[in-house]
Structures are given as structure tokens and as C-alpha cells.
């Protein structure tokens, strides 16, 4: 059973800048969520897809957009980027109807200067 | 509103029970988590409480439900070293798809 796969596992961008973060979830999961999580914090949650629709958003701006696809990987795509926008992007999988455990990533580390 | 506090630090000496508080809001969350999250690495499911239990125990681990005051705990008894890391309270919103997760405790277990 293969886990969370997350790339880059680190990466610098500018100011204004386009970033794609990429996910392969865990074998039998159908659900993928991003969480941004900042220094100091706990993950905040982005969205969730689940059959390659955006099942739920969070607080996030339009900026943040994402995909999944028929295998059930999934890219969250960040435009315009802003400094705030630094943070350990963490994806997480799981399976609808089930206890809702999430199963998390090691993260892609982005850096905006 | 949607939001779960808990204490940010814990340092207890190797050997000894740990306690880690948190409070939340949302009264009808199914389930409640903690999660461990260790230096580099994402977050890993710890244990995990329905909401219509009061107590759930784990091996070392024993979490404690009041509904009635929104208070989940989690107790490590025997605390190692390898405990040390930061512990996220988390609870489900209503429609099941939002994990909220408090800021964490990072807790610190000294030899």
C-alpha cells in the first residue's frame, strides 16, 4: 500500500508568481484536501475533491484552484502569489463514509520572496 | 463559528502522564481526532473519539470526552522521549468534508 506522495518537496518562488504542487493519494482513496499550514500553526484547510469535483472550500481566494484526476491525484495551483503565501502545503487523502481520518503528505515547503 | 483552541506548550519529565486540553466548537462534529505531527514530516492520526463516547482508550493513550463543555483531552501515560512533537486537536464540520485543526501543543519530554 503506497502513502501520500507530495513534489516538490521544497521550493522558492517571487512575488506574483505561479506555483503547481502535485499529490498522488493514497491507494483506495477516492478524497483528496490541501491544508496550508503557516509557521507556528495548524493546517488550515483550502478545499477537498472528491470525483474530480470541489466538494467544500475554505477561506481561501479564487487564486487557489485545484484539480484531481481519474486516478485520484491532484495538483493545487496557487496564482499571483504573495508573500503570505509561504507555508508547508500539506495534502491529505481519505475515504468518504468512513471516519474521516486523514492521511497527510510530508508536505511541499514553499518559499515567496 | 468554527474553531479548536489548545494550550501551545507541555513539558513533562520521561516517565511521567502527559495532558493535552483542547476546547471546540462545533457541537455536532461526528468525530474528533489528535493528530502527531513530528519535525519535517505531515501529520499522522493518533486516535480518534465518536462523538456519542465518552472515553476512548489506546495503549498509552486515553482521551477523554465532555460534550457538554466542548473539552476533548488526551492523556500519554509512561511519556517517552519519542513523544516529543507537536499534538493537533481536530474536529469534522458538519457537512464531513472540513478537518478543522487547532494550532497545536508542542509538548517537550525531558529525560
Known amino acids: ?113 | 463559528g468554527e474553531d479548536v483552541e489548545q494550550s501551545l506548550f507541555l513539558s513533562v519529565r520521561e516517565g511521567d502522564s502527559s495532558v493535552i486540553n483542547c476546547t471546540y466548537t462545533d457541537s455536532s462534529s461526528t468525530y474528533l481526532y489528535w493528530y502527531k505531527q513530528e519535525p519535517g514530516a505531515g501529520l499522522q492520526l493518533l486516535t480518534y473519539i465518536f462523538s456519542n463516547m465518552d472515553m476512548k482508550q489506546d495503549q498509552r493513550l486515553t482521551v477523554l470526552l465532555n460534550k457538554k463543555d466542548k473539552h476533548l483531552s488526551l492523556r500519554i501515560a509512561d511519556t517517552q522521549t519519542g513523544d516529543s512533537a507537536i499534538y493537533f486537536c481536530a474536529e469534522i464540520n458538519t457537512g464531513g468534508f472540513k478537518t478543522i485543526f487547532g494550532a497545536g501543543t508542542r509538548l517537550f519530554v525531558k529525560a
Open chain 1, 1 to 113: 500500500e503506497t502513502g501520500v506522495t507530495q513534489s516538490p518537496t521544497h521550493l522558492i518562488k517571487t512575488r506574483g508568481q505561479q506555483v503547481t504542487l502535485r499529490c498522488s493519494s493514497q491507494s483506495g482513496h477516492n478524497t483528496v484536501s490541501w491544508y496550508q499550514q503557516a509557521l507556528g500553526q495548524g493546517p488550515q484547510f483550502i478545499f477537498q475533491y472528491y470525483r474530480e469535483e470541489e466538494n467544500g472550500r475554505g477561506n481561501f481566494p479564487p487564486r487557489f484552484s485545484g484539480l484531481q484526476f481519474p486516478n485520484y491525484s491532484s495538483e493545487l495551483n496557487v496564482n499571483a502569489l504573495e508573500l503570505d503565501d509561504s507555508a508547508l502545503y500539506l495534502c491529505a487523502s481519505s475515504l468518504i463514509g468512513t471516519t474521516g481520518e486523514l492521511f497527510f503528505g510530508e508536505g511541499s515547503r514553499l518559499t515567496v520572496l
